[in-house]
């Protein structure tokens, strides 16, 4: 028999969907222990999810699979196409990560949780995929206010299926390893956020998503055609506060897939700590 690894309940927020449910909290732990135990290039151990985790899998991927008709850019749905990966369970991330390397040579790697930012970043550099593995409470299947595996696999994953975004996903880990400074990371880190997360094009006369954080939100995804769409300014971009808990009142709108691609390149090709001066970013004050 394998020797399970030691786990503890896992502390969540006051305001998170499974707070008080304490059976969800001791299955956090458990299926952290898994990440926390993870070698680089170990195999992926399997984590045994229960029928109420695949429940909420199966609404989740079914729900979104219809949304991406509509807001997702066309290299998403590629993307998606090629990885085919189950609706009607959680992956594990063995298979995921096996389907993925084929595609496009990049790995997913199990981590327990929130990994520092610079860990998590430095790995894409790598071609490696940093990825949570529990998932989110059932009670509320389209809400998590946090990354889990539906964020991870149904936003990245598909991404990195794709030969241009998992190119494009490594020159951005080697982009922060070059961004030596708080306030280089920074910067770096809130163009991240609005492209590769948060990021939308145009795409046949529509307003499409291929930031990761849009993918992956039932409600995000629909709504982002509200929100203020900016075009593409990658010093407001990098220099514009977020907030995490609400959907994100401004986006920016890259006038094409291919622009998109070639402009973020040279962005991340070309990035350092002066970087943002030279495009004439103020200082933070
Ligand atoms: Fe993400």
């Not at 394998?2 to 956090?28: Q, T």
């Not at 729900?63 to 008709?69: G, Y």
């Not at 598909?158 to 400074?181: C, F, H, I, V």
């Amino acid at each position: 028999m394998a020797r399970a690894a030691p786990h503890h309940d896992v502390d969540l927020p006051d305001d998170h969907p499974g707070v008080s449910d304490a059976a969800y909290r001791a299955r956090r732990g458990a299926i952290a222990a898994v990440g926390d135990a993870y070698r680089s290039g170990d195999p992926i151990p399997d984590v045994e999810y229960t029928p109420e985790e695949d429940a909420v899998w199966r609404t989740v991927a079914h729900e979104l699979a219809a949304k991406h008709r509509t807001y997702a850019c066309r290299a998403y749905r590629d993307g998606a196409a090629a990885l085919t990966l189950p609706s009607e369970r959680v992956p594990q991330l063995r298979e995921v990560d096996e389907r993925v390397h084929a595609l496009t040579g990049f790995h997913i790697e199990p981590v327990p949780g929130l990994v520092p930012t610079r860990m998590f970043y430095g790995s894409l550099a790598r071609r490696t995929f940093l990825s949570t593995q529990y998932i989110r409470h059932h009670s509320v299947p389209l809400y998590t206010p946090e990354p889990d595996i539906v964020h991870e696999i149904i936003g990245h994953a598909n991404m990195l299926a794709g030969p241009a975004l998992a190119d494009l996903y490594e020159e951005a880990g080697k982009a922060s390893a070059r961004a030596t400074t708080e306030a280089g990371l920074a910067f770096f880190s809130k163009v991240f956020w609005f492209t590769l997360e948060f990021g939308v094009l145009w795409e046949d006369g529509e307003l499409r998503a291929y930031g990761a954080g849009l993918l992956s939100s039932y409600g995000e995804i629909e709504a982002f055609r509200d929100a203020e769409v900016r075009p593409w300014d990658l010093v407001a971009m990098g220099t514009l506060d977020y907030d995490i808990t609400h959907y994100q009142p401004v986006l920016f709108a890259a006038a094409s897939f291919p622009r998109m691609v070639d402009d973020l390149t040279a962005f991340f090709a070309g990035y350092d700590d002066d970087t943002p001066a030279r495009l004439g970013a103020r200082p933070p004050a």
